[in-house]
């Protein structure tokens, strides 16, 4: 059981960045897998990033590849997810989430807004 909050989303230029942060309660947090998410109005949800429990191995989707990186700090309880070259179409509610069954997330974060400017 574990209980995900969203913070570090804000208003930035394209070409800016920003580093999201997600605290997780519990003492749990080192066996999860985490990954983040991102919705648009109107569109489905859809996966960004994961990264495994020990921090060894991460994951990307293709339209983030090279401009974004996942990491955690499992003595803070916290995964992050920096942001680089930011584009007007990363706009989205961003979720975090925890898996202790690789691609079945059991728990989700409020998400946090990004929201890039042109």
């Known amino acids: 059981q574990v209980q995900l909050a969203e913070s570090g989303g804000g208003l930035v230029q394209a070409g800016g960045s920003l580093r999201l942060s997600c605290a997780a309660s519990?003492?749990?947090?080192?066996?999860?897998?985490m990954g983040w998410f991102r919705q648009a109005p109107g569109k489905e949800r859809e996966w960004v990033s994961a990264?495994?429990?020990?921090?060894?191995?991460?994951y990307y989707a293709d339209f983030v590849k090279g401009r974004f990186t996942i990491s955690r700090d499992n003595a803070k309880n916290t995964v992050y997810l920096q942001m680089n070259s930011l584009k007007p179409e990363d706009t989205a509610v961003y979720y975090c989430?925890?898996?202790?069954?690789?691609?079945?997330?059991?728990?989700w974060g409020q998400g946090t807004q990004v929201t890039v400017s042109s």
């Open positions: 989430a925890a898996s202790l069954i690789s691609g079945l997330y059991d728990y």
């Open positions: 990264i495994n429990s020990g921090g060894g191995s991460t």
């Open positions: 519990g003492r749990t947090f080192s066996a999860y897998r």
